[in-house]
């Protein structure tokens, strides 16, 4: 009698552990097969805005990337290190707006690249749009 | 007598395999896992993205939306093309507001680069263009 006593305390004092480990352990596998490390570089294309503010806006300057591999500014071909000078003449207005036209058939890559010289020279407001003809 | 006493002694220090550290260890690991999961769709395709020096790091949880050099638009691994980007980030975003990630190839047509970001913007997306580096 006495010693049937002593044994039920001793299995009250061992709590059953391996369900919640077997569930620990799922949920961790769970986690690392679903885990996705997602390290993605770029930078944001500018936001369209209201009408009534881009009226208030100066003329942007228009870059168009032809076709042929071309990078032209008021007709002239400048080439794509010519894009971040042309802007630099701008004396250094940050809020002169941008706008890459893209020519059917040209490169994204050209266009993407333009864009980067624009923003390394310091413009702000850069938009593509489709060259219209 | 003696034996016996000896023979539950030992079975007693087998059974009772401290795994506390295990299930401390295990607890951790899960707990970084979780931290760390970001459920975000790869678009499932490879792009040759283009180079760019301004550069920075983007939004984890994002659309990611790959262009790839013959104009396919890829989405967790399906071809959706142009047309099915409007309504998909529509539907992504009446979710959860995130931004839009698009991976572009290089080579791809930039009126195809133009038309995608056109559309994601219609659906109320902030666009951002992947580069190397």
Do not use: W
Not at chain 1, 78 to 99: C, E, H, M
Not at chain 2, 36 to 52: I, L, S, W
Not at chain 2, 63 to 79: H, K, N, P, Q
């Amino acid at each position: 009698m006495k010693k049937s006593r002593f044994k039920v305390r001793t299995e009250a004092k061992e709590i059953e552990l391996s369900p919640l480990i077997d569930m620990v352990f799922i949920l961790l596998i769970f986690f690392i097969v679903t885990t996705v490390f997602v390290d993605e570089r770029g930078f944001e294309t500018a936001q369209s805005r209201p009408a009534q503010e881009l009226q208030e806006e100066k003329e942007p300057l228009i870059f168009l990337i032809r076709a042929n591999g071309r990078v032209e500014h008021q007709g002239r071909p400048v080439g794509l290190a010519g894009v971040a000078s042309q802007i630099r003449n701008q004396v250094g207005r940050s809020d002169q707006p941008v706008v890459i036209q893209v020519e059917t058939g040209a490169k994204s890559g050209l266009a993407i690249q333009a864009m980067d010289r624009a923003r390394s020279a310091g413009a702000n407001i850069i938009n593509f749009s489709k060259a219209f003809r | 007598m003696k034996y016996s006493r000896l023979r539950g002694g030992t079975s007693h220090e087998v059974r009772g395999i401290n795994i506390s550290p295990l299930i401390d260890m295990v607890f951790i690991l899960l707990i970084f896992f979780i931290v760390a999961a970001v459920f975000v769709e790869e678009p499932g395709v490879q792009v040759r993205r283009p180079e760019a020096v301004t550069a920075r790091d983007l939004e984890k949880n994002s659309i990611l939306l790959a262009i790839t050099a013959d104009e396919e638009v890829y989405y967790g691994g399906d071809s959706i093309g142009i047309d099915g980007v409007r309504p998909l980030i529509r539907r992504l975003l009446r979710v959860r507001q995130m931004p839009v990630i698009l991976q572009v190839d290089q080579a791809a047509d930039g009126e195809a680069l133009v038309r995608v970001i056109e559309e994601a913007r219609i659906a109320g997306g902030a666009v951002s263009v992947a580069t190397q580096g």
